[in-house]
């Protein structure tokens, strides 16, 4: 028996895809690139969420299920980038949105199409609550925030106490937190952000 050219999964395909980038697009473009100045991800975002989107419902024709999804996790958990170092942040949205494709294209008859609306909206109305959470920066001190460039080897990228007192040491500043924003492999520099106390 031959490949049919057409069966009613397509329209699933179509109704879960359409579910899947509206809640992406939210999540990527209202949410992510309002708070970062990192644009660039966006692009990494929507390719990644297409492909585990499209893989998952493709391969869920031969009933993997929950084991196939774990080991997309699995996979994407130790895939590394060669050029800069994924920050954290950037990470935690890249698993957001491996996530939801997962979920919009595993989710079977047992799932309504409520639920799964709940489950993409309660992810998104999460991120839209963390997002608009109150730095923890008290107003009783006279603080500036500036940026610095460090030659890689000269740093201890794992230990963030002795990185701001070799820092602090080095320019003379009274630092009060320091926060690795960049990390560039290819010209051997970390991007630092450094609270400064003014006297």
Known sequence: MGIPF?????????????????????????????KSSKESFTFSFYVISLIVFFLCFTLKKFELGLGMALGLFAIFGILRYRTNTLPIKEMSYLFVVIGISVINALANSKMSYAEVFATNGIVTFAIFLLERR??????????????????LEEVDLSNLELLRAKVERDSGLNIEKVKIEEVNRKT???LLSLRVLNS
């Not at 980038?21 to 992510?32: K, P």
């Not at 109150?134 to 030659?151: A, E």
């Open 6 to 34: 057409y069966d009613d999964d397509l329209l699933k395909l179509l109704v879960r895809l359409t579910i899947n980038l509206s809640f992406i697009f939210l999540i990527v473009n209202v949410l992510y690139t309002k």
């Open 188 to 190: 051997g520099e970390v």
């Open 134 to 151: 109150p730095q923890n920066v008290s107003p009783s001190r006279n603080t500036s925030s500036i940026k610095m460039t460090y030659p």
